[in-house]
Antibody
Framework: EVQLVESGGGLVQPGGSLRLSCAAS????????MSWVRQAPGKGLEWVAN????????YYVDSVKGRFTISRDNAKNSLYLQMNSLRAEDTAVYYC?????????????WGQGTLVTVSS | DIQMTQSPSTLSASVGDRVTITCRAS??????LAWYQQKPGKAPKLLIY???SLESGVPSRFSGSGSGTEFTLTISSLQPDDFATYYC?????????FGGGTKVEIK
C-alpha cells in the first residue's frame, strides 16, 4: 500500500525556518517525481515545488523561490522541504504528493498533510 | 506562468443532477490536465488525468473532456458522496498551477 506521511509542521515566528519531511513507503520512491502542495486555511490548492527522480531538476512557485528548497533522499525514501524566511502568508497545510507516472506531475497519492503556522 | 480559471466557484445542485464544471487555461496545455475532488479536512483525490482518462477506482459517472485551453468535468448523476470541492490542475510544464476550485453544494 502506498503511504506518504508528512511531519515537521508547527508554529514558527516570521523570519524563522522549518524543515518538513515526507516518509514514503509501498512503492519504488526513486522512480517518481515528488512534489509539495499547500493549502492556506479556507483557500485553494497551491503547488509549491517539484523534484525529479534523481534530484537533478527542481521547480518552485515564484513566491517561494530563494526561500524554500526541495530535496530528497532516495536511500531513505524521504522527501524534504526546507523553509527559510517564513512569512505569515506561508501558513498552510503542506501536502507531499507523488507524480502519477514516470514523467508526469499530476498526483495520484497524497499524504495527510502537516500544518505550518507562521505567527508571532 | 499558465493561469487556470475555474467556473463556477460555487454550484448548488440536487442528487441526480447532471453537473458540469469548466476550467480554462491562459494558453494551450494540450491534454495535460487533471481533476481532483477534495472533502473538508482531507487530501485531494485524483479523478481524471490527461483531460479525459478516468483514474482507477473512480466511478464512471465522472468524465472529463477538452483540449487546448478549455476543459470540462462532468458528473452525470450527482450522488450524496459527490458534494465536495473540485480542482483542475495543469501539468503542461513542470511549473504547475491549480484552478481556484468549484464547491458543489446541496441545493
Amino acid at each position: 500500500e502506498v503511504q506518504l506521511v508528512e511531519s515537521g509542521g508547527g508554529l514558527v515566528q516570521p523570519g524563522g525556518s522549518l524543515r518538513l519531511s515526507c516518509a514514503a513507503s509501498g512503492f519504488t520512491f526513486s522512480s517518481y517525481w515528488m512534489s509539495w502542495v499547500r493549502q492556506a486555511p479556507g483557500k485553494g490548492l497551491e503547488w509549491v515545488a517539484n523534484i525529479k527522480q534523481d534530484g537533478s531538476e527542481k521547480y518552485y512557485v515564484d513566491s517561494v523561490k530563494g526561500r524554500f528548497t526541495i530535496s530528497r533522499d532516495n536511500a531513505k525514501n524521504s522527501l524534504y522541504l526546507q523553509m527559510n524566511s517564513l512569512r505569515a502568508e506561508d501558513t498552510a497545510v503542506y501536502y507531499c504528493a507523488r507524480g502519477r507516472g514516470a514523467n508526469t506531475v499530476n498526483f495520484d497519492y497524497w499524504g495527510q498533510g502537516t500544518l505550518v503556522t507562521v505567527s508571532s | 506562468d499558465i493561469q487556470m480559471t475555474q467556473s463556477p466557484s460555487t454550484l448548488s445542485a440536487s442528487v441526480g443532477d447532471r453537473v458540469t464544471i469548466t476550467c480554462r487555461a491562459s494558453q494551450s496545455i494540450s491534454s495535460w490536465l487533471a481533476w481532483y475532488q477534495q472533502k473538508p479536512g482531507k487530501a485531494p483525490k485524483l479523478l481524471i488525468y490527461k483531460a479525459s482518462s478516468l483514474e482507477s477506482g473512480v466511478p464512471s459517472r465522472f468524465s472529463g473532456s477538452g483540449s487546448g485551453t478549455e476543459f470540462t468535468l462532468t458528473i452525470s448523476s450527482l450522488q450524496p458522496d459527490d458534494f465536495a470541492t473540485y480542482y483542475c490542475q495543469q501539468y503542461n510544464s513542470y511549473s504547475l498551477t491549480f484552478g481556484g476550485g468549484t464547491k458543489v453544494e446541496i441545493k
